[in-house]
């Protein structure tokens, strides 16, 4: 009996030994766009299992847009989500999130792209020309407007025209209906790469400082569970500084997510990357730059103060 007790207490022992230092925590994590390479730090952190190792457990979600990644939060479906930093401005008008931490500086994942044929060889082609945005009032629309304004060609020195989203701007390119597109630069990566079109210029050259892209989380999980933000985002920062140390593992990670190729992919690395931030911290120039933006897209009728939008409370994250 005392020799069957002791095994039964071993067993514990180990058993104790062999349990993490905490139970991991599901985290419902939205992405407001499936398939775009500054948001494969949560698939990186999930595919290389460093989530994990900060108890982390990721379930991740795409959504068509910042609208309805914002829609997700509303409902409770979400409770992280990876945006873009105009999408701050939701905080404003009543959703029940905050911004925690940036994770994409100046816009390199935006640039201006032409057709493969086409006679403009420099932005100062572009004067007078026919350039497709997603919606009136978008990032989109404000990068074509802060081109021809830095040029010296007033706000409508380009003509915007609003086609929707990036295969139908594609569309209006391939078939010039249109003489060039605001959208994203791995799109015109792939254009290169299939003869169809050319990257023109990257929206860093017009806009060095900005918030492109953040993290939200939802007000609630904030006040009861910091706790377990603070532990995603060391995770989700442990994994960027994975991707910026890592280009061939990065590249083959995200392929068969992405359906890009090796040669894309590697070139969204190296143009793309530099504007990941490494410890989530908002840019102050380009935090003053996206409050101005607001009114100027016509979200905001003024700038927002800080704690409206966002909460330093877990800068800057050291993983």
């Not at 847009?65 to 105009?86: C, R, T």
């Not at 060391?234 to 994994?239: E, L, S, T, W």
């Not at 409206?308 to 800057?316: A, D």
């Amino acid at each position: 009996m005392r020799r069957a007790l002791r095994h039964l207490a071993i067993g514990a022992a180990l058993a104790t030994m062999a349990a993490p230092a905490w139970a991991a925590d599901t985290v419902r994590v939205g992405k407001a766009v499936g398939i775009a390479w500054t948001f494969m730090g949560v698939d990186v952190g999930q595919h290389e299992g460093i989530f994990k190792t900060y108890g982390i457990e990721v379930e991740i979600t795409a959504f068509g847009g910042d609208a309805k990644l914002q829609q997700a939060f509303a409902s409770g479906s979400v409770d992280i989500g990876l945006g873009s930093g105009p999408a701050m401005a939701f905080a404003v008008k009543g959703a029940p999130i905050v911004a925690v931490a940036s994770f994409g500086n100046e816009p390199r994942d935006i640039s201006v792209v032409v057709g493969a044929d086409s006679a403009i060889k420099s932005t100062a082609d572009l004067k007078g020309k026919l350039i497709a945005i997603s919606t009136a009032g978008s990032l989109t629309d404000w990068l074509a407007k802060r081109v021809s304004v830095t040029e010296g060609w007033g706000v409508d020195g380009i003509k915007r025209v609003a086609i929707g989203d990036a295969p139908a701007q594609t569309a209006a390119l391939v078939s010039h209906a249109v003489d060039a597109q605001m959208g994203s630069t791995e799109n015109g990566y792939k254009l290169e790469e299939r003869g169809e079109g050319r990257v023109l210029v990257g929206m860093e050259t017009f806009v060095p400082h900005f918030v492109t892209h953040v993290i939200f989380a939802r007000k609630d999980l904030v006040a009861q569970k910091p706790e377990v933000v603070e532990r995603f985002l060391k995770g989700f920062f442990a994994a960027v500084g994975y991707i910026r140390s890592h280009k061939a593992e990065t590249t083959a990670i995200a392929m068969p997510l992405q359906n890009e190729s090796a040669a894309v992919l590697d070139k969204a690395w190296d143009h793309e990357g530099p504007m990941l931030a490494l410890d989530g911290q908002f840019d102050p120039e380009g935090l003053a730059l996206i409050k101005d933006s607001f009114v100027d897209m016509g979200i905001l009728d003024r700038r927002p103060a800080d704690d409206e939008i966002l909460t330093r409370r877990f800068l800057p994250v050291r993983p």
